[in-house]
């Protein structure tokens, strides 16, 4: 009979740090109209977040989907040429990779204030 191992090595501090190296890519890359590094970046960060994206999709929201379809309008806005639509889209995909990154507990936490620790 196999033994059943855990590993003691958690990869979402690496992940976690991966993923704010990206959004700081993602920032320079909106900033400077550079769109197609900036979609390029954002498929980087749905790799990291694939595996994530199928844990907390559900009835109401399925991440994969809603990313599929906003990359088929990123392509045809490409096609088209048309620029202000193209960074509408890829705002919209970078809303949803952070919300996927927050919905997976990677993301910004809050506490309340009765939580503090000052006493």
Do not use: P
């Not at 806005?77 to 507990?105: C, F, H, P, V, W």
Request: glycine share 2%.
């Amino acid at each position: 009979m196999e033994e059943k191992v855990v590993s003691e090595f958690n990869e979402n501090a690496n992940k976690i740090a991966r993923l704010h190296n990206i959004w700081l890519d993602c920032e320079r890359y909106s900033n400077n109209g550079r769109f197609q590094k900036w979609n390029w970046k954002l498929d980087t960060a749905k790799r990291e977040l694939f595996f994530e994206a199928r844990r907390v999709s559900n009835e109401d929201i399925d991440y994969l989907i809603n990313i599929k379809e906003v990359d088929k309008k990123i392509l045809s806005a490409i096609l088209m040429k048309k620029r202000n639509t193209l960074y509408a889209l890829l705002q919209q995909k970078e809303i949803i990779l952070r919300d996927i990154q927050q919905e997976s507990g990677m993301g910004l936490t809050h506490k309340s204030a009765e939580e503090d620790d000052w006493d």
